[in-house]
Structures are given as structure tokens and as C-alpha cells.
């Protein structure tokens, strides 16, 4: 391993941020201003990175509001907003393999189907406590990552997209097959009331904190990752996988590493699900749409960022609801259309754009269409 | 024995029908690099025209044709309009836009058709010929195996014989030098995805004669299309054929001998290994497996 100042000069343009990031822990709106810093030792103290303590503030600002809101809702609306918390969580785990790392993992549900398959296994069978059962979700969820990654990982573009999509239908087929374990296509219930209760059901109340805080949890861990080294290594793999390997990237163990940390948070969140949902099948916790809808969060909110993910969950999720409720029949049809107009204009997403239009003055979503055309 | 050689003979037979459901998809991606989410909505739109067809009493061999013509226009004017718009973009995003047209197409189909299977009637596809040791062969499935085979063959055709087949594979190759060279980019990937809709389209036609089809299954197309072009290899108009071929025999044979649904499972760990051991595909050229994207 080369120096921070090393790995970090592969990737052009985010030089400076290594040094504006070594002290403090900028988060995605920070980092983005970091980078107009000038590139010397007295960039550590420039106006901008002294106001390094702003997302933090926001967030936990952002976090307390959260807890605020819970007292105004009535129990549906507490339902609707922890599946928002679900998702933003969901997409920041993806964003670490497929935003930072550039992966297109297709097959991400496999993590959080493993994760509520293993919390209904360890509580029906094993009558384990559900804060148990938990972190055991994320860890063998974690193990799958790294041994599906090993072999995987070495995969590039469509291939790495095509190859994790069938290891996640194949690992469906797997569980439906396993009758005495997962109790096969016919599902698997939860004991939540009574003598078999490891831990009582936590109840809609109960459900919002527990989303909200692994969503926290996901949006912490993908902030500390950004600014730390194995961020900056995370995004010269990005750009050039060869060129970060030449200056001292151990590019398989970064990948598989960022692999399993991704499907540790995406199990966590599938034990939460499976908890919630109390009787769960093969055909629900690995659906593949769990999987798109990660990724059409990410890159509508902004791939590679730390704001972006919550943003497109938020959004994504919130616009959908908001169809269901007035377009019943019509609402996937609708936002299939909003789909493709979301990609054409802003494919490199809002939060992106966002900050090149504001450093640019210039407002033009027609540009995106200007580059990428053919 | 002959329970073996029943297997075969209808693996063969599903392997001819999954080759020609794969066969455009497998073409859009070698030339063009884009993965097309949208191709299993494309097969059950051409199954739906036909199946519309077939009621007011066109034979659904002719209403293929018909199937096969409109889904050409209409993936024409989608890589023209839409697709083209993003063909430089990180995969992702033509993933996406695939995947926008799929939720549109599917349900839209929905609202029109709704959810209920369908299936279109003849009077002689579902009889069977019967070959020693009781085996039989469907009708319908043996002539939706001849199509896929006449399809494969024509498209090796075009592609070797024709200056339009020629320009779709330099295209392919390299795109800067086949527009230096004079050939409209922009035309040649509106035609290759046009052919590839009409294929499916076609395949469309073929799914419904021999089954039962709902736009639920827009889904399941889509992924044997990824399993088998993956399987035969891209850059290669026989790969789609030998992939279909390949897994439909490795499905019907592990039916025979796996319990449950397990058989499943098998079709998706072949496509992990082939990509592990071989990414090129079976006959595919290395080239297109090498192809670093961005």
C-alpha cells in the first residue's frame, strides 16, 4: 500500500479532497465544496473545511426530526414512512458496491432476503431473541457476500450485473427448496404472541424507531466510508480499476470487503423486514424488484454521494405511495413513465447535478442528453 | 430409457423456443452493449397481437408476421427516440430505461389485456406425433423449433451476406471507425433493435401457440433471454441457438432428476459457472466478453 497521498492521486480531481478529508470527516455536501480548496497543507484550514461539523449537524438535525415526526402520524402513515426508512437504508447499502464501486450488483435482494430468512429461522426454530438474531442476519448475509464476491467481483459491467442476478434467483430457489429450514414457497411465520415468543412484536411505533435507526446506521457507515481511505480507494476503482491497482490499491480484497459490508446492512434491514411482516415467502424477500428499486433510488438521488441515496429513497418512495393512493390501477404504469423521464434528464442524478449546475450557473437538464446521446 | 429420450426430444424442442425468445436480445447486446430489460415485454406484446389476431381468425403463424412487422417499427422508433438518447451513459442507466419501458409495456398490457393467462388454439398444434417407444412430439413445439432454427439462419444471413448485416457487425466492433467508414450509427442501432423486437415479437407468437402466457411473465423471458445469450456467448449468431438448445436440455433432463423446483437453481448456477470458467460464452468471441464498459 502506497501512501493516502498516493492512492488518492489515481484518481484526478479528488486529490485535494484527500487532504481537505484527512483531518475531519466531510460528508457528501462538504466533500463536493472541498474540492474548490486549494491543494496545500493550509486547505485544513480554509472557511469551507471548518464548517465540516455542518452535515453532521444537519443530519442529526435530520434525525431528531425524524423522531419528532412520529408523534403526528397515525398508525398507516408510521407504516409508509418506516418503508421510506427501509428504502434509504436499502439504497445507501447498494450505493457502496454499485455508487462508489462502480459494480452493478442486479442480484442485491439476495442479502436481504438471506437476512429475513435467517432471523425467522433462528426465532422459529432456534427461539433466539430477535436482538440476536439481528446482527447474525447481517453477518451471514455478510459471509455470502464475501464468498459470492471471490469469484464474482473479477466480473466487470453487465457480466458482474447478469452473474449476481442469477447467484440471487438461484439462492431463492435454494431456501423455496429447504422445506424443514425456511418452510419452502409456502413461507415461514414468526411466533410474535404467546409461550414460542422470543421477543415481542415490536408493534407499528416500535417498527419506525427500528427502521429509522438501522437507516441512521447505513447513511453513518456510508459517510465514514466516503471520507476514509478505503472511500478513496472505493472510487479509483471506479474510474480505473488498473490504474488504482498500479498505485497500491489491493483492488480484490477492497472489493470483496465492500462487498460484504454491503450485504451486512442490507441483511440487517431484510431481519427488520422479515420481523415486521411477521410470515414471509421466498417470492417476497427476493423479489428482484427490491433490487431495482435500490438502484433507481441511488442514481435518481445520486450514485457515489452520501445525500444522494436518502434523497432518491425519500422521493422515489413517497411519489409512489402518493400514486397507489390516487392512480390505483395505473401507479406502476405511471411511474414506469417517470422512470425513463428521471434517467433521460438526470442521469447523473439530483444531487450531482445539482451541485455542477450551481457551480456552473448553468440550469440546462437538456445537457445530460447532449453527452450521453449518440 | 425411453422416459430419457422423451426428455431430450422436449428439451430440445423448449431449447429451440428459449433460443428464439433470446435470439434478439442476445443481437442488441453484442452490437450495441445495452442490456435490454424490456425484451420479455416485447415477447408478450407480439403474443398478445397474435392472440388478438387469432380470435378474429388469422392463423398464428401468419399473425408472427404481423407480430414481427409492428414490434420492428416500434423498436425502431424507441432506440431512435429514447435509447439512443443515453447509449453513452454508464450501464446503469440504459438498465434503468429498459426497466421504465418493461414497467410501462407490462403495465400497460395489464390495463388492456388484464393479469388472466392466456393461450391461442389451433387445431393442430396441440396434437402429437408419436415416434417409437410411445415418445411424443408435439406439434406446435415442433414448429416453433423450426422457426427459431429458420430465424438463426436468416440473421446469419443478413449479418454475412447483406451490406446492412455488414455495417450492424463493424458497428458493433467499433463504432468510431464504422462512422468514419460512413455508416449512420444512429440508423444501423435503431435497425439492430428493431430486428431484435421483431424476433421476439415473432418468439412472441411461437410462446403463445405452445403455452400459456400472462404479462406476469414479462419478468421470466427477460431472464432466459440474459441465461442463454450469456450461455452461447455474444458476437456469435449460432450463440443464442446453442445456449437455448443447451438449457432447455439441462432443464428438462434435471427435471427429471431433481426434486421440487430445484431445477431452477441448476439453470442459474450453469449460468454463474459458464461465467466464472468462460465468460465469452460457450462460441462467443472474446472480444465482447473483454469489452470494458463504462
Given amino acids: ?374 | 430409457m425411453s422416459q430419457f429420450f422423451q426428455a431430450t426430444i422436449y428439451g430440445l424442442l423448449q431449447g429451440g423456443l428459449l433460443a428464439l425468445i433470446a435470439a434478439g436480445f442476445s443481437l442488441v447486446w453484442g452490437v450495441m452493449n445495452v442490456v435490454n430489460l424490456a425484451h420479455g415485454a416485447f415477447v408478450l406484446v407480439g403474443a398478445y397481437l397474435a392472440w388478438e389476431l387469432s380470435r378474429v381468425g388469422v392463423d398464428p403463424f401468419l399473425g408472427m408476421l404481423v407480430a414481427a412487422l409492428a414490434l420492428f417499427a416500434a423498436g425502431y422508433a424507441i432506440q431512435r427516440l429514447l435509447v439512443n438518447l443515453v447509449v453513452n451513459a454508464p450501464v446503469f442507466i440504459t438498465l434503468l430505461l429498459t426497466f421504465g419501458l418493461e414497467l410501462l409495456l407490462v403495465n400497460g398490457l395489464i390495463l388492456l389485456f388484464s393479469a388472466d393467462y392466456r393461450s391461442i388454439r389451433t387445431s393442430y398444434a396441440s396434437r402429437s406425433l408419436v415416434l417409437a417407444g410411445d415418445v411424443r412430439v408435439p406439434v406446435g413445439r415442433l414448429l416453433a423449433f423450426a422457426v427459431a432454427i429458420g430465424i438463426t439462419l436468416a440473421l446469419v444471413a443478413l449479418v454475412r451476406r447483406t451490406r446492412t448485416g455488414l455495417a450492424i457487425m463493424a458497428t458493433g466492433m467499433d463504432r468510431g471507425a464504422a462512422r468514419l467508414m460512413g455508416i449512420r450509427a444512429r440508423h444501423v442501432y435503431a435497425l439492430t433493435f428493431g430486428i431484435g423486437a421483431a424476433i421476439a415479437g415473432a418468439a412472441g407468437a411461437m410462446v403463445g401457440t405452445v403455452d400459456t402466457f400472462s404479462p406476469a411473465d414479462a419478468g421470466r423471458f427477460t431472464l432466459f433471454s440474459f441465461v442463454v445469450a450469456v450461455l452461447g456467448g455474444l458476437g456469435n449468431m449460432y450463440g443464442a441457438l446453442l445456449g437455448g438448445l443447451v438449457l432447455g436440455l439441462v432443464e428438462a433432463w434435471g427435471s427429471q432428476y431433481l426434486p421440487g423446483t430445484l431445477v431452477n437453481a441448476v439453470a442459474f448456477a450453469v449460468l454463474v459457472a459458464v461465467l466464472i470458467v468462460r465468460p465469452s460464452g460457450l462460441i462467443g468471441r472474446a472480444h465482447y466478453a473483454a469489452r470494458v464498459e463504462v
Avoid at chain 1, 450485504?263 to 428482484?288: E, H, K, N, S
Fill in chain 1, 1 to 374: 500500500m502506497t501512501s493516502e497521498r498516493g492512492e488518492a492521486a489515481a484518481v484526478p480531481g479528488l486529490t485535494r479532497r484527500a487532504d481537505a478529508g484527512r483531518d475531519e470527516v466531510p460528508d457528501g455536501g462538504a466533500a463536493r465544496h472541498g474540492g474548490k480548496a486549494p491543494p496545500s497543507a493550509a486547505s485544513t484550514r480554509s472557511p469551507v473545511t471548518q464548517r465540516a461539523w455542518l452535515p453532521w449537524a444537519v443530519g442529526g438535525l435530520v434525525l431528531a426530526a425524524c423522531f419528532g415526526l412520529q408523534s403526528q402520524l397515525y398508525a398507516g402513515q408510521e407504516r409508509t414512512v418506516a418503508t421510506v426508512f427501509m428504502f434509504v437504508g436499502l439504497a445507501q447499502a447498494w450505493n457502496l458496491i454499485g455508487g462508489y464501486t462502480g459494480y452493478a450488483c442486479f442480484g442485491q435482494v439476495v442479502f436481504f432476503g438471506l437476512g429475513g430468512y435467517t432471523t425467522a429461522a433462528l426465532m422459529a426454530h432456534a427461539h433466539v431473541s430477535f436482538w440476536l438474531a439481528l446482527p447474525a442476519s447481517g453477518l451471514l448475509a455478510a459471509i455470502w457476500a464475501a464468498l459470492i464476491g471471490l469469484p464474482l467481483l473479477p466480473l466487470k459491467g453487465h457480466y458482474f450485473a447478469v452473474a449476481t442476478l442469477g447467484v440471487a434467483e438461484g439462492t431463492r430457489e435454494v431456501v423455496t427448496n429447504l422445506p424443514s429450514l425456511t418452510g419452502g414457497g409456502a413461507g415461514i411465520s414468526i411466533p410474535t404472541v404467546g409461550a414460542d415468543a422470543t421477543t415481542g412484536y415490536l408493534g407499528n411505533d416500535g417498527f419506525y424507531v427500528l427502521f429509522l435507526l438501522l437507516a441512521a446506521v447505513s447513511v453513518l457507515v456510508v459517510a465514514i466510508v466516503s471520507a476514509s481511505k478505503l472511500g478513496f480507494a472505493l472510487r479509483a476503482i471506479n474510474q480505473d480499476e488498473d490504474a488504482a491497482a498500479s498505485l497500491g490499491v489491493h483492488t480484490t480484497r477492497t472489493k470483496v470487503s465492500v462487498f460484504a459490508l454491503s450485504g451486512f446492512l442490507t441483511g440487517l434491514l431484510g431481519a427488520a423486514y422479515g420481523f415486521q411482516q411477521v410470515t414471509i415467502f421466498p417470492a417476497r424477500l427476493f423479489d428482484v424488484n427490491f433490487t431495482v428499486l435500490m438502484v433507481i433510488m441511488v442514481i435518481i438521488g445520486g450514485s457515489g454521494t452520501v445525500v444522494g441515496p436518502v434523497i432518491g429513497a425519500a422521493f422515489l418512495q413517497f411519489v409512489s405511495e402518493y400514486l397507489r393512493q390516487h392512480f390505483t390501477e395505473a401507479h406502476p404504469f405511471i411511474l414506469g413513465a417517470i422512470v425513463i423521464v428521471a434517467v433521460i434528464l438526470l442521469p447523473q442524478g439530483v444531487v450531482s447535478y445539482a451541485g455542477s449546475a450551481w457551480r456552473n450557473r448553468d440550469f440546462s437538464l437538456l445537457d445530460n442528453i447532449r453527452k450521453y446521446r449518440l
